[in-house]
């Protein structure tokens, strides 16, 4: 019997020392946790690999003047950048042909819903652009026409988002603009941004954007920089780079003499080699 309560006793002492030290060890941490900001709620943490930051775009209407456009405020890419698949249609200020020779060819102007771009100012930007002394008209081989939707437009200007320029040209491809049969597309990224190696103003690139595109449908073909310093060829691929010339929105910047270089392709990031439909 005696023997017997000696045992649990010891058994006893040993569960409480046990316990004491337990107690210590706990105690101990808890004053590390606190004393060095263990766990501390506050400490910056990753995003989450399906949390994705916005991504930024330049916002033009932050702009004192067109060459600061390119370093605007950012705002949220949506905006400009994500349309709805349908559009709305410029009516022509004028219905005044211009040019004073040549084939006459008669365009519409439409602007994808929910890109906040107003489709009367679009239209009046390309008109304006085709309608200059320096375009496709100073050669006497065109005339232009801005005719409402229904008008018998042999080509459509479209400013479209992205995802439907892509599908408007029927390629992959969402960096560029494009030109597809009589849809002559102007991508809305590039009409908001340009490109950071364009050597102009944001209206210089947008000029040289229709011109080009327009150019496409009128059967020109893409040219290179003929030689480093000189102006660029208007359907030189500027978009991808100007290849030691310099920028160039004009098919005749002096109104009467095309500036022309050797036939090619420029090879355009994340591109595949066969794809250079009508940059």
Not at 147 to 169: H, K, M, N, W
Not at 215 to 221: E, I, T
Not at 247 to 271: C, H, I, K, Q, R
Request: with cysteine; aromatic share 10%; proline share 6%.
């Amino acid at each position: 019997m005696a023997e017997g309560r000696l045992e649990r006793n010891r058994r006893l002492r040993k569960r409480r020392r046990f316990v004491f030290f337990a107690i210590l060890i706990l105690m101990a941490g808890a004053g590390l946790y606190f004393a060095f900001g263990i766990g501390d709620t506050e400490t910056p943490q990753a995003l989450d690999e399906d949390r994705v930051a916005p991504t930024t775009v330049a916002d033009p209407s932050t702009a004192e003047d067109p060459a600061s456009e390119l370093e605007a405020e950012t705002v949220a890419t949506p905006l400009y950048f994500s349309g709805t698949g349908t559009w709305s249609y410029a009516t022509p200020v004028s219905n005044a042909v211009v040019g004073n020779a040549g084939t006459l060819l008669k365009y519409d102007v439409a602007v994808e819903n929910g890109l906040e771009l107003d489709a009367t100012e679009f239209g009046d930007f390309v008109n304006a652009t085709l309608a200059d002394a320096r375009s496709w008209t100073a050669g006497g081989a065109w005339r232009f026409q801005q005719v409402p939707q229904g008008g018998g437009a042999d080509f459509t200007v479209y400013l479209a988002s992205p995802e439907q320029r892509a599908i408007l040209c029927g390629s992959q491809n969402t960096t560029v603009s494009c030109r597809n049969g009589d849809n002559v597309v102007i991508n809305s990224a590039r009409w908001i941004t340009g490109v950071e190696h364009w050597d102009g103003t944001l209206d210089t690139y947008r000029q040289y954007a229709v011109n080009h595109e327009v150019g496409h449908r009128l059967g020109h073909g893409h040219e290179v920089c003929p030689s480093d310093g000189e102006l660029s060829p208007v359907m030189a691929q500027q978009t991808y780079q100007l290849a030691g010339c310099v920028g160039n929105a004009w098919p005749f910047p002096d109104g009467s003499t095309y500036v022309a270089g050797p036939a090619g392709d420029y090879s355009g990031p994340e591109l595949p080699p066969d794809d250079f439909i009508d940059r």
